[in-house]
């Protein structure tokens, strides 16, 4: 007998619910490994989905589908399970941040060596700096961009999106594209 899709409310006891209460959310998330490094306003707990899984009784080896799966939540917690899964998204930007979540077995020596590369472009650029650096930004950002970053700083993450940009597709460029994303997120 398959189990309902949505379960009984009426028995599940006071302490459940709150135990539960944000599993709809992304909350319990936030400080989660992996499932923290880009928050998505469509997300929702980690820990809804491995209680389904376990649930469910899906184990290793069997094979999950999250046909919106957003910002990888379930594909997530079932790749730690060892449980395939497959997942889909239509959107392109949500799509790359989930592919990195992906990204487990990184070059630590070549992130290393673009790291500092980007540190030298940064203090290199400083002496770079084009004579009228308002013009020259205005030419390359929209007018809210120019307005939440001081010129200075506006033109070094402009260095190290073109330095990222620039290098060749692989799991250490995803990364360093998501890093920039999020640390942006954070200071904007």
């Known amino acids: 007998m398959q189990k309902p899709l949505f379960p009984d409310y009426a028995v599940i006891t006071t302490k459940d619910k709150h135990k539960n209460s944000d599993w709809g959310t992304f909350k319990d998330s936030l400080r989660a490994p992996l499932h923290s490094w880009f928050t998505y306003p469509a997300g929702f707990s980690h820990k809804a989905v491995q209680s389904s899984l376990d649930e469910d009784g899906i184990k290793v080896g069997q094979t999950v589908y999250d046909p919106f799966m957003g910002s990888g939540t379930t594909n997530l917690v079932a790749k730690t399970k060892g449980i395939n899964s497959i997942g889909i998204e239509a959107h392109p930007f949500v799509f790359d941040i989930t592919q990195t979540k992906f990204c487990w077995d990184l070059k630590t020596e070549k992130l290393k060596i673009y790291l500092e590369a980007i540190e030298k472009l940064v203090l290199e650029n400083k002496h770079k700096r084009p004579l009228k650096l308002k013009e020259f930004l205005g030419a390359e950002f929209p007018e809210l961009i120019s307005k939440c970053f001081l ?38």
């Open 151 to 188: 010129p200075e700083t506006l033109y070094d993450l402009l260095g190290i999106r073109n330095f990222i940009l620039s290098l060749r597709k692989s799991a250490e460029k995803r990364f360093l594209k998501t890093a920039l994303i999020c640390a942006l997120r954070k200071i904007s």
